[in-house]
């Protein structure tokens, strides 16, 4: 009983030990396996590091202005008897826009025309006899008195007239009609908006240290949402002579062709001012930065040599950069990398120093300076 227990115990222990080796044997077949293996190279697509020049430009956020633009409103209370005038339409300067009761004006004019032709008489009579000596000069003094009286009685009442027939300033679009047939009218109330809009006014701010680059005559692109981010060209043609002291900034002024009247006062406008100077910069999509906090860093292809030094695959060398200006989906370097050398231009996020990779170029986006995206 004791010598089967035993031959039992001993054939336990040969089988774990075959077991063991051969397991053994398996592990060392799988690391060495793992250890050879090589993973297939990643797809990437690449864009080279190109030489550029790009204009100097100044940017900033402005409005818009009319060069006229005032709200009509009534001079002299009085009654609207007439509206002469269609909402949204254009008009000339004198145009007649609103017409106030004028009647009890129109019936105290002739009397008061009357009493200056009297009066006149009155005064040519008393210059006679004055040089005739036949009538004190006091006598002429207040003929010439009360001519004058009513000509100004008569003139105040031509101007009440004038005034009470409302006309457009000057030419521009009318707005919205704020009043209505009959009204009572009071003093400064609004009639309608008048705006003249071609040219407009481009109305922003620079810091105070671009004010030696600033001058008239600048060209000035705008871009406003109203246009589809239509680039829109001006010229500047005012500079404040004085610098707000809360801000520092300085406000400028461009003028902007706008026949087709699509640009409208009060509208918010991106202005970017073309400077004279350009510079030469090197460009590459902006999605081929790989951002972190301890330094930006783009993928450089580069061929890999086999032993005999021959082209054995590409490979992706990590370089860290100095970033400049970005413009559209291109970005600026100042440091890291040479003209002519090719960067991974998309998914640098999931690459890694020294990976093998293939150059697929077939599903890369295209690159722009001044892209358009579509609104889905």
């Known amino acids: 009983m004791t010598k089967r227990v035993i031959f039992t115990v001993l054939g336990l222990v040969v089988l774990v030990a075959v077991l063991g080796a051969i397991k053994g044997l398996q592990i060392r077949r799988m690391s060495a396996a793992g250890a050879a293996f090589t993973p297939p190279p990643e797809p990437v697509t690449t864009a080279d590091v190109i030489e550029s020049v790009w204009e100097t430009t100044l940017t900033s956020v402005g409005s818009l202005t009319a060069v006229q633009g005032v709200t009509v409103a009534a001079e002299l209370p009085g009654k609207v ?33 009357a009493a200056v032709k009297l009066t006149r008489i009155n005064l040519k009579r008393a210059r006679e006899l004055v040089t005739k000596r036949m009538l004190p000069e006091s006598d002429r003094d207040t003929a010439q008195a009360n001519y004058d009286e009513a000509i100004a009685q008569a003139d105040n009442i031509r101007a009440a007239i004038a005034k009470k027939s409302i006309r457009a300033p000057f030419g521009g679009r009318l707005g919205i009609r704020l009043v209505n047939l009959g009204e009572i009218l009071k003093e400064g109330q609004a009639i309608v ?107 450089v292809v580069e061929e890999k040599a086999d032993e005999q030094g021959g082209a054995e695959g590409q490979v992706i060398r990590q370089q860290f950069v100095r970033l400049g200006e970005q413009r559209g989906d291109f970005t600026s370097l100042l440091e890291g990398v040479k003209a002519g050398e090719t960067v991974v231009s998309t998914g640098v996020f999931k690459l890694r120093n020294g990976q093998a990779v293939t150059v697929d170029n077939t599903l890369a986006p295209p690159f722009k300076l001044a892209p358009k995206p579509e609104d889905n």
């Open 81 to 113: 008897v007439k509206i002469d005038f269609e909402p949204g339409k254009e008009v000339a300067a004198g145009d007649l826009l609103l017409q106030q009761d004028i009647s009890s004006e129109q019936a105290q004019l002739p009397g008061a025309e």
């Open 193 to 299: 908006s008048l705006q003249s809009l071609n040219p407009i006014f481009a109305d922003f701010s620079l810091p105070q240290d671009k004010l030696p680059s600033i001058q008239p005559g600048l060209t000035v692109r705008l871009i406003t949402d109203g246009l589809a981010d239509q680039s829109i060209e001006g010229k500047i043609t005012a500079i404040n002579p004085d610098v707000d002291p809360a801000t520092r900034n300085f406000r400028v002024q461009a003028t902007v062709e706008n026949p087709d009247e699509n640009l409208r006062p009060g509208m918010f406008v991106n202005v970017a001012v073309v400077l004279p100077q350009e510079k030469k910069v090197l460009v590459i999509p902006a999605t081929a930065v790989l951002y972190a906090p301890y330094g930006d860093s783009v993928y």
